[in-house]
């Protein structure tokens, strides 16, 4: 699991010790990675445990994974062989999971349709309401100013207090 990310860390942290400068093109393509990485990873999380049993979309996800990896992972120009490959794989498998640019909505009877029907009759996608913790985005401004002004003093003082949440 996330190996590219590994790797980055790696690799950055090895040429800031050394004090080395890293062109913008090196760092576009290492973010570039992690971002194909991570899609990959949410696809995996979103898709492969609902769809295990369906070969036909166990295909359609991995050559959506493949093809993210290869659009996102490839230092060819935009326009370029490679990229405009992995783009119509991945409309292939997306229109094969019942996804369109269409209207949004899934195709019928699509794997993803019936995925989220079996959500709704499971009611898995009713909200849960949550209680907000003592701290909200209301008060980032507030945070924000505190450390400013009393920097590692602020922390020290307010670290206590977070320890003795539940």
Do not use: K, Y
């Not at 590219?4 to 093109?25: M, P």
């Not at 909505?105 to 849960?128: G, H, K, M, Q």
């Not at 949550?130 to 400013?148: G, K, N, P």
Request: hydrophobic letters at 50%.
């Amino acid at each position: 699991m996330c190996a590219a990310a590994h790797q980055v860390a790696f690799l950055s942290a090895s040429e800031a010790a050394r004090g080395e400068e890293i062109s913008i093109a090196t760092r576009q393509h290492r973010v570039a990675l992690i971002v194909a990485e991570r899609l990959a990873e949410l696809l995996r999380s979103l898709l492969v445990g609902h769809f295990a049993l369906d070969t036909a979309s166990a295909g359609a996800i991995r050559a959506l994974m493949d093809g993210v990896s290869m659009l996102f992972g490839s230092t060819e120009p935009s326009g370029g062989q490679v990229r405009r490959g992995a783009t119509a794989r991945v409309a292939g498998a997306l229109a094969a999971l019942g996804i369109s640019d269409e209207d949004g909505a899934p195709t019928l009877a699509s794997p993803v349709a019936r995925r989220i029907a079996a959500l709704e009759e499971d009611n898995t996608l009713n909200l849960v309401q949550m209680q907000h913790s003592f701290l909200s985005v209301a008060d980032d401004c507030d945070v924000i100013e505190r450390l400013l002004a009393d920097g590692a003093e602020f922390c020290h003082r307010v670290l206590p207090h977070l320890r003795m949440l539940p």
